[in-house]
């Protein structure tokens, strides 16, 4: 089993900047690929940014790219996800999620391939 617990959310006016950490303990032997999800009212939940393993492949949406950007520290065992140009539309909570693989270099993109969800922070970006 794997715990993943969300921080870093808050508010913020539309151009500013927030960075989400997700620290995962637990069955953490090896580094999952790891991804950003959220979900705004009444909508989906929708892909943000995904991150292999390793560390060296990551993959976004096309409404975040070049304003967000997914990193981890494999030594802390948490990934981040660096907000900025934050925008009104950016406004939804934020989940982290972990896919149990042995494959290091694959991200995902779906949040059906994923195993473990945190409970989510919320951002909320005012005009």
């Known amino acids: 089993q794997v715990l993943l617990v969300e921080s870093g959310g808050g508010l913020v006016q539309a151009g500013g900047s927030l960075r989400l950490s997700c620290a995962a303990s637990g069955r953490t032997a090896r580094p999952y690929p790891m991804g950003w999800f959220r979900q705004a009212p009444g909508k989906e939940r929708a892909f943000v940014a995904a991150i292999s393993g390793s560390g060296e492949n990551t993959y976004y949406s096309d409404s975040v790219k070049s304003r967000f950007t997914i990193s981890r520290d494999n030594a802390k065992n948490t990934v981040y996800l660096q907000m900025n140009s934050l925008k009104p539309e950016d406004t939804a909570v934020y989940y982290c999620?972990?896919?149990?693989?042995?494959?290091?270099?694959?991200?995902?993109?779906?949040?059906?391939?994923?195993?473990?969800w945190g409970q989510g922070t919320q951002v909320t970006v005012s005009s």
């Open positions: 999620a972990a896919k149990e693989t042995t494959y290091s270099r694959v991200y995902y993109a779906l949040a059906r391939d994923y195993d473990y």
